[in-house]
């Protein structure tokens, strides 16, 4: 057949839509939001070119409708997992051979299917199953989705054009071969995109997968595999099972053809796999790859010239937005006493315009927090920090369970900066205030703050500074560089994009491969090196030797 040097289609970020009161995109998919509502979905375990219904069932219900029913998924027993390995390593042998650009093709595919037909469907199932409102759902699932796809295909494409010199007499080449086994992909239930991306970045570089996305996001999962097949992907390439976590992951983790893990969750779980994965170092074919993105403890620190009212605003939408269940989420913030009554006004007065409930009715700015167990961990919090001498609660502080998981957005002051909350990561609604003495205030005292800042957390994921002083911003972003992966100057530490700023921490946030990059996919590649010499030599001996 033909050949060539193919140039793949330039990746350009998926253009957000506004669902706008009329729209057809409010309308298309508020009707698709009333489909899947009342549809009852049953996801079943995709192994190979099977999808197995085990009967061994879970109910879906929506977080802010939790006596609803949405749909069931059904659970794997061991055999399963073990069937999910074999199909893969089956798949992998025509898979890892298949040309470059028929593998880009598919995923470039899945790209447009997300960005057109299955747009209302995807963002619907992510409303419902993760309680999303409509922006959060469309920035999430349909478009960072869609440019993870595209992108990762530009950057598999200039990987490929990476290559080694040549001198007179040789030529030089790289192969990027997909690692020898298999891939573990561990998805959480807050991003439809990261479900989405984890499995399929490293099938995109020819590996083949086994994919455990969140018992809480069934729904949009199930979206996700809809779309995987109709865009041609092969059976077995990604097998999805869900199922006990710590009896799949020690089933995988005993495989000897098991090569890494693509994993996005909690620190200590990550610490957990990593701890199995060198016990069982000597069972592998080869050293598993290793590539993690966990918790986070995210900071704003706003120095005394800072603007209140941005100040103010960038803590209402990265401590808030999807109720604060973001890794990258704003949820310990250092505010000179100066600004604080003003920014406390303006906080308020944002937080009280917020209105709560159902994703369903898109007034809604606020929706429900994913499952009991969550509400429970933030309630107590809440409760506590409202006996505690050392603390107060500031604004909002309620919480109902009778219908949905609802906490009200939450503003917490703290005279300790390293009281409780300010050093938990709690994953909701719940942001805690350290109000500093700003008083004949020094570079001395700023860099104190800062190395407050640093030393508070045992994450380092996002942060952010804000400052009218450049110089005072330049301090900042020397001494937290290791306290944020991704760092923000005068900006909210959250909406990472695709191309444009890719995501990941280091410290107790994970390995920083930085998902959305060319690094995380060189990842999932094992170089082989390929010298050819033309006209090989025929005498052993060097000029050295002479007379």
Same mark, same amino acid.
């Given at each position: 057949?033909?050949?060539?040097?193919?140039?793949?289609?330039?990746?350009?970020?998926?253009?957000?839509?506004?669902?706008?009161?009329?729209?057809?995109?409010?309308?298309?998919?508020?009707?698709?939001?009333?489909?899947?509502?009342?549809?009852?979905?049953?996801?079943?375990?995709?192994?190979?070119?099977?999808?197995?219904?085990?009967?061994?069932?879970?109910?879906?219900?929506?977080?802010?409708?939790?006596?609803?029913?949405?749909?069931?998924?059904?659970?794997?027993?061991?055999?399963?997992?073990?069937?999910?390995?074999?199909?893969?390593?089956?798949?992998?042998?025509?898979?890892?051979?298949?040309?470059?650009?028929?593998?880009?093709?598919?995923?470039?595919?899945?790209?447009?299917?997300?960005?057109?037909?299955?747009?209302?469907?995807?963002?619907?199932?992510?409303?419902?199953?993760?309680?999303?409102?409509?922006?959060?759902?469309?920035?999430?699932?349909?478009?960072?989705?869609?440019?993870?796809?595209?992108?990762?295909?530009?950057?598999?494409?200039?990987?490929?054009?990476?290559?080694?010199?040549?001198?007179?007499?040789?030529?030089?080449?790289?192969?990027?071969?997909?690692?020898?086994?298999?891939?573990?992909?561990?998805?959480?239930?807050?991003?439809? %995109?990261?479900?989405?991306? +984890? $499995?399929? @970045?490293?099938?995109?570089?020819?590996?083949?997968? *086994?994919?455990?996305?969140?018992? #809480?996001?069934?729904?949009?999962?199930?979206?996700?595999?809809?779309?995987?097949?109709?865009?041609?992907?092969?059976?077995?390439?990604?097998?999805?099972?869900?199922?006990?976590?710590?009896?799949?992951?020690?089933?995988?983790?005993?495989?000897?053809?098991?090569?890494?893990?693509?994993?996005?969750?909690?620190?200590?779980?990550?610490?957990?796999?990593?701890?199995?994965?060198?016990?069982?170092?000597?069972?592998?074919?080869?050293?598993?790859?290793?590539?993690?993105?966990?918790?986070?403890?995210?900071?704003?620190?706003?120095?005394?010239?800072?603007?209140?009212?941005?100040?103010?605003?960038?803590?209402?939408?990265?401590?808030?937005?999807?109720?604060?269940?973001?890794?990258?989420? %704003?949820?310990?913030?250092? +505010? $000179?006493? @100066?600004?604080?009554?003003?920014?406390?006004?303006? *906080?308020?007065?944002?937080?009280? #315009?917020?209105?709560?409930?159902?994703?369903?009715?898109?007034?809604?700015?606020?929706?429900?927090?994913?499952?009991?167990?969550?509400?429970?961990?933030?309630?107590?919090?809440?409760?506590?920090?409202?006996?505690?001498?050392?603390?107060?609660?500031?604004?909002?502080?309620?919480?109902?369970?009778?219908?949905?998981?609802?906490?009200?957005?939450?503003?917490?002051?703290?005279?300790?900066?390293?009281?409780?909350?300010?050093?938990?990561?709690?994953?909701?609604?719940?942001?805690?205030?350290?109000?500093?003495?700003?008083?004949?205030?020094?570079?001395?005292?700023?860099?104190?703050?800062?190395?407050?800042?640093?030393?508070?957390?045992?994450?380092?994921?996002?942060?952010?500074?804000?400052?009218?002083?450049?110089?005072?911003?330049?301090?900042?972003?020397?001494?937290?560089?290791?306290?944020?992966?991704?760092?923000?100057?005068?900006?909210?530490?959250?909406?990472?994009?695709?191309?444009?700023?890719?995501?990941?921490?280091?410290?107790?946030?994970?390995?920083?491969?930085?998902?959305?990059?060319?690094?995380?996919?060189?990842?999932?590649?094992?170089?082989?090196?390929?010298?050819?010499?033309?006209?090989?030599?025929?005498?052993?001996?060097?000029?050295?030797?002479?007379?």
């Amino acid at each position: 057949m033909g050949k060539g040097f193919f140039h793949v289609p330039k990746a350009v970020n998926e253009p957000v839509k506004t669902y706008a009161p009329g729209s057809p995109e409010r309308e298309e998919v508020l009707l698709t939001y009333k489909d899947l509502y009342n549809s009852n979905m049953e996801v079943p375990l995709y192994i190979g070119s099977k999808e197995i219904k085990t009967g061994d069932t879970k109910d879906i219900r929506p977080p802010h409708d939790h006596k609803h029913q949405v749909g069931t998924y059904h659970i794997a027993e061991k055999k399963h997992i073990e069937e999910a390995i074999d199909e893969a390593i089956k798949a992998r042998k025509k898979w890892a051979k298949l040309e470059w650009e028929q593998r880009a093709a598919i995923f470039l595919k899945a790209a447009d299917l997300i960005a057109g037909p299955y747009r209302a469907r995807i963002n619907a199932a992510t409303m419902i199953g993760q309680s999303k409102n409509i922006f959060q759902a469309e920035i999430d699932s349909a478009c960072e989705l869609c440019d993870f796809l595209r992108f990762n295909v530009e950057y598999m494409a200039e990987m490929y054009d990476e290559q080694p010199n040549s001198s007179d007499g040789n030529w030089n080449r790289i192969e990027y071969r997909p690692l020898e086994g298999f891939v573990y992909a561990i998805t959480p239930f807050n991003f439809t %995109a990261i479900s989405g991306n +984890l $499995p399929s @970045s490293a099938a995109l570089m020819g590996n083949v997968a *086994l994919w455990k996305p969140s018992a #809480s996001q069934m729904l949009s999962a199930q979206v996700i595999m809809e779309v995987f097949k109709e865009a041609g992907l092969p059976d077995g390439v990604i097998n999805m099972v869900m199922g006990d976590p710590e009896m799949i992951t020690n089933t995988v983790l005993d495989s000897p053809d098991f090569a890494g893990v693509h994993f996005t969750g909690s620190t200590n779980v990550f610490k957990g796999i990593w701890g199995k994965i060198g016990n069982n170092i000597n069972k592998y074919k080869t050293y598993p790859r290793i590539v993690g993105e966990t918790g986070g403890k995210d900071f704003i620190v706003a120095h005394p010239t800072s603007n209140p009212k941005q100040v103010a605003t960038a803590i209402s939408r990265g401590a808030f937005e999807y109720q604060g269940q973001k890794c990258s989420a %704003a949820s310990r913030v250092y +505010l $000179p006493e @100066s600004l604080w009554p003003e920014i406390q006004d303006l *906080l308020k007065e944002d937080l009280e #315009s917020f209105k709560m409930g159902s994703p369903e009715d898109m007034s809604n700015f606020i929706n429900a927090v994913i499952h009991e167990g969550a509400f429970d961990k933030l309630a107590g919090y809440i409760d506590q920090a409202k006996k505690d001498k050392d603390a107060e609660v500031v604004i909002g502080g309620n919480y109902d369970k009778s219908e949905g998981y609802f906490i009200e957005p939450t503003v917490i002051v703290a005279k300790d900066a390293h009281y409780t909350t300010m050093e938990t990561e709690l994953f909701g609604p719940v942001v805690t205030i350290h109000v500093y003495d700003d008083k004949n205030y020094t570079e001395e005292k700023w860099r104190d703050l800062l190395e407050t800042v640093d030393n508070t957390s045992i994450y380092g994921l996002t942060g952010g500074v804000f400052s009218g002083d450049r110089y005072m911003t330049a301090i900042a972003t020397d001494m937290l560089q290791n306290a944020a992966g991704n760092f923000y100057i005068n900006d909210k530490p959250t909406g990472a994009v695709v191309g444009q700023q890719p995501f990941g921490g280091a410290r107790g946030s994970g390995t920083n491969d930085k998902a959305g990059s060319k690094m995380n996919l060189l990842r999932w590649t094992s170089v082989r090196l390929i010298k050819e010499t033309f006209v090989p030599a025929t005498d052993y001996r060097y000029p050295f030797l002479g007379e």
